[in-house]
C-alpha cells in the first residue's frame, strides 16, 4: 500500500506550463504503476497519464497527448507531470494514483489515491 499527495496545483494563464508533483511512498515503489487521473465539477474522473512501475512504459490519453509528460523518479518515490501548453479545458482537480504492477487507464483500478490537488487555467 502506497501513502500518496500530490503538490504543485495553482493557477496558470493559457498557453503556460505547470509540473505537479506526486510523493507515493511505501515498501518496493517500483512495482506500483502510477498514474495521473483529473476532474472537473459535473464530470467523471478522466484519465490523463500513466507510467509503469520501472518508468519504461507510458500511456496519455488523446486531449493531452503531445502537451503533457509524466515521469518518475523511483528513488525519491516521486512521480510528476509536466503539463504544457496549458488550455482552459485542462482545469481539473488532479489526482495520482497508484496500483501493483501493470498500468491500466480505469480509475477503478487504482487502489492507492491522493487527495488531488486544483489546477486552473485562466482565458
Known amino acids: 500500500q502506497l501513502d500518496v499527495a500530490e503538490s504543485g496545483g495553482g493557477l496558470v494563464q493559457a498557453g503556460g506550463s505547470l509540473r505537479l508533483s506526486c510523493e507515493a511512498y511505501?515498501?518496493?515503489?517500483?512495482?506500483?504503476?502510477m498514474a495521473w487521473f483529473r476532474q472537473a465539477p459535473g464530470t467523471e474522473r478522466e484519465f490523463v497519464a500513466s507510467?509503469?512501475?520501472?518508468?519504461?512504459?507510458?500511456a496519455y490519453s488523446d486531449p493531452v497527448r503531445g502537451r503533457f509528460t509524466i515521469s518518475r523518479v523511483n528513488a525519491q518515490y516521486t512521480v510528476y507531470l509536466q503539463m504544457n501548453d496549458r488550455r482552459h479545458a485542462d482545469t481539473a482537480v488532479y489526482y495520482c494514483?497508484?496500483?501493483?504492477?501493470?498500468?491500466?487507464?480505469?480509475?477503478?483500478?487504482?487502489?492507492?489515491w491522493g487527495q488531488g490537488t486544483q489546477v486552473n487555467v485562466s482565458s
Open positions: 494514483a497508484g496500483k501493483r504492477f501493470s498500468p491500466a487507464t480505469l480509475a477503478s483500478d487504482y487502489s492507492d
Open positions: 511505501g515498501r518496493a515503489f517500483g512495482n506500483y504503476a
Open positions: 507510467i509503469s512501475g520501472s518508468g519504461l512504459c507510458t
